[in-house]
């Protein structure tokens, strides 16, 4: 199997995830911090105070990158870590932090890909309406103006927002996730419309500080499988795939179409007409910012396109016993396959894949190695179906795989193990898993040695 020459290799992490010194240094509390101290929301009461502390361990972990061979890190910023209470004060501190990760990751020969936001939103801002707030897309401008300045001369390619369905829908409608906030349909409209303002409002930040970059965002894109592999199963998975049918913003067009087209989609607009917030002259203009690639995270897809429901079903169609992830997510590598074929329609950019891989039941064995065949087989799934779109012309140009160490898994704290790297929590000790053995074959052979 042959990948374009310049295909990017990669892994990715988040800040809360990994990081740990949640009260060192100067940082302030983020809406994460708050939610874990609660104690009764995160499995066994986890926290992310320590993490896999890569705060302090940064230079350790990008020697392991550099052992993978990782061609690029994604990483993504703690905003309270450089701007305590999300606005005014800078904390210099925090800013060297990633400097010195920056710095490091530029010395081992690793394109640093950098999400302005996953999720931990600073505690003061929320504090204040947080995305309900009319200024919340200045404040998010603000902060990508700081991240642009400041790092914009080491960042291969920005990302705005990670996965806005999950951190709008969990935590804002369901109080699944933090801040743990279950909002009217007509608050949630104008918390979405924020973030989509914040998003552009970012970009022209950034773009206009950093003359050669490259720019995007990172939605989850959440396929619908067809029934069979018939024409008129995928166009109808494809539609639902690209329809606005969810109660909790979960849908991809609903954020992507207003990004990448200029305007939200007219069946989501039909069925919120009564409730919209406003949408001011000018705002779909600076939502509509030119990105530079099509980036999205996708694990799997529980859903079909049934021909007897009006809506997508898990109903019926999937098989008992079949396989799952340590999550119970199933394996779907070809809607991945369609996904990617139905993006390279929808819109005229590279595609980038920011995550995708799986949980496993990972532990280090006798021998000291830790053997995780279904991390192993699921990856090379997912990369022959990545290559399959790219052998019809679909322009992917990289994939991250998630994660690279294990780590932080939100509501499941520490019990979810995703990473290429084991982490042993109690000693921090970090052992390269099989996978990643594995993973640095494939990219030492550009993908030659996957079986088609
Ligand atoms: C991502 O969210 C996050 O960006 C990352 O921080 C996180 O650690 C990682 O994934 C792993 O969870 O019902 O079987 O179809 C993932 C969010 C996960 C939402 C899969 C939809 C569908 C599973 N998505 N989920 S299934």
């Known amino acids: 199997m042959t990948f374009p020459d310049d295909f990017m290799w990669g892994a990715s992490t988040a800040a809360f995830q990994i990081e740990g010194a949640a009260y060192e ?65 800078v904390n210099q501190a925090g800013l060297d932090f990633y ?56 960042v291969h390619a920005w990302m705005t927002f990670n996965e806005p369905q999950l951190f709008i829908g969990s935590g804002h409608k369901a109080g699944a996730f933090a801040p743990g906030l279950r909002l009217s349909m007509r608050e949630l409209l104008v918390t979405a419309h924020n973030v989509l303002l914040s998003h552009g409002k970012a970009v022209q930040a950034i773009r206009s500080r950093c003359s050669d970059t490259q720019i995007g965002w990172a ?60 949408i001011k002259d000018g705002d779909m203009e600076i939502i509509h910012q030119p990105l530079d690639f099509f980036a999205f995270n996708q694990y799997a897809s529980a859903l079909y396109a049934d021909s007897a429901h009006g809506e997508p079903t898990d109903r019926g169609v999937r098989g008992v016993g079949r396989p799952r992830t340590a999550f119970g997510w199933d394996i779907t590598p070809q809607a991945f396959y369609h996904s990617l074929k139905w993006i390279s329609d929808y819109c005229d950019l590279p595609i980038l894949v920011t995550e995708n891989g799986c949980s496993n039941v990972d532990w280090v064995s006798l021998d000291g190695a830790v053997h995780d065949p279904q991390r192993i087989d699921l990856l090379h799934r997912y990369l022959q179906a990545t290559h399959e779109a790219i052998s019809e012309g679909v322009p992917v140009i990289g994939y991250c795989q998630w994660s690279l160490f294990d780590n932080f898994e939100w509501l499941a704290g520490y019990s979810q193990r995703f990473g290429l790297i084991h982490v042993d929590y109690e000693t921090q000790k970090r052992t390269l898993k099989d996978s990643a053995l594995w993973y640095k074959n494939v990219i030492a052979t550009n993908g030659g040695e996957l079986i088609p």
Request: hydrophobic fraction near 35%.
């Open 25 to 89: 240094d100067g940082k302030g509390p983020s809406v994460w911090d708050v939610f874990c101290e609660r104690g009764d929301r995160v499995f066994e009461g986890h926290t992310g105070n320590i993490a896999c502390d890569h705060y302090h361990r940064w230079q350790e972990d990008v020697n392991l990158m550099k052992e993978i061979g990782l061609q690029s890190y994604r990483f993504s910023v703690s905003w309270p870590r450089v701007m305590p209470d999300g606005k005014g004060a």
């Open 99 to 154: 400097d010195r990760l920056l710095d490091g990751l530029c010395d081992a020969g690793v394109k640093p890909l950098c999400t302005l936001f996953h999720w931990d939103y600073p505690q003061a801002l929320f504090q204040q309406g947080g995305w309900l707030n009319d200024e919340s897309s200045n404040w998010f401008a603000d902060y990508a103006a700081l991240l642009a300045e400041k790092f914009g001369d080491r």
């Open 219 to 278: 939605p989850v894109f959440h396929a619908i499988q067809p029934e069979s592999e018939s024409a008129e199963d995928i166009q109808k998975a494809r539609d639902f795939t690209f329809s606005t049918w969810r109660d909790d913003l979960g849908d991809n067009s609903w954020w992507c179409d207003p990004v990448y087209h200029g305007h939200y989609p007219e069946d989501g607009l039909k069925r919120w007409e009564n409730i919209l917030p406003p």
